[in-house]
């Protein structure tokens, strides 16, 4: 059965600074995964999905690598902004469809 | 429409009430899937449609959930005689593909369900 852990499950971290995310998952046998945010009482919004044979997928200041082999992914995330903070999920695509989550990483950007 | 949409953002139902959920996908996505996210937890899967096929319902917790989509677009997530437990929020999501989700999911905003 997959499991998707999620570590650090909080991070605070003042304005301007590097920070990774990290997630792990079980079952190496995966189609995807994705990272997604979430900002209080509100919906997922997609960052970045990584294909299982890709190693990394960036989009602005976020990049995201995928090992798959030892069942890794993280989430960077580059001169961090107040903005950013918000609920970040890691999500595995088994080939079933249905996505298994992490319980999410919370960052808090200080200004 | 331009997103997945979701009604309603909030309901507040007695315990023993029937609730219904809707979902209206992007359209022309053809996976809608349903999670249940309980307060500080990830989501957890509920149940799959390809199209109006209903191809895995492994993650309704009780037989007191029940959903459907029977035109392959809407889809409803109804709740019979609800309990405490039943309270988390409810998100929908879709995919353009049949299966994989190789080109992701889009969510909606979720529907939050509290259970007094």
Redesign the interface.
């Known amino acids: 059965k997959q499991e ?1 852990t999620q570590i650090p499950a909080a991070l605070s971290v003042p304005e301007g600074e590097n920070l990774v995310l990290n997630c792990s998952f079980t079952d190496s046998a995966i ?2 995964l ?1 990272w ?1 945010r979430q900002d209080p ?6 960052l970045l ?1 990584i ?1 299982s044979s890709q190693r990394e997928q960036t989009s602005g200041r976020l990049n995201a690598s995928l090992d798959k082999s030892s069942g890794r992914s993280t989430l960077y995330i580059a001169a961090s902004q107040p903005g950013d903070s918000a609920t970040y ?1 890691c ?1 595995v ?1 088994n ?10 990483t919370e960052l808090s950007v200080k200004p | 429409g331009a997103g997945v949409s979701q009604s309603p953002r909030y309901k507040v139902a007695k315990r023993g009430q029937d609730v219904a959920l809707r979902c209206d996908p992007i359209s022309g996505h053809v996976s809608l899937f349903w999670y249940q996210q309980a307060l500080g937890q990830g989501p957890e899967f509920l149940t799959y449609f390809q199209n109006e096929a209903q191809l895995d319902k492994s993650g309704l917790p009780s037989d007191r959930f029940f959903a459907e989509r029977p035109e392959g677009s809407v889809s409803t997530l109804k709740i019979q005689r609800t309990q405490q437990e039943d309270s988390a929020v409810y998100l929908c999501a879709s995919s353009p593909k049949g299966t994989g989700g190789a080109y992701g999911y889009t969510f909606g905003s979720g529907t939050r369900l509290t259970v007094v």
């Not at chain 1, 080939?95 to 999410?104: C, M, N, R, S, V």
């Open positions: 998707v189609y995807n994705q997604f009482g509100k919906g997922l919004t997609s999905l294909q999920l999500a695509n080939q079933g469809g249905k996505l298994i989550f992490g319980q999410g």
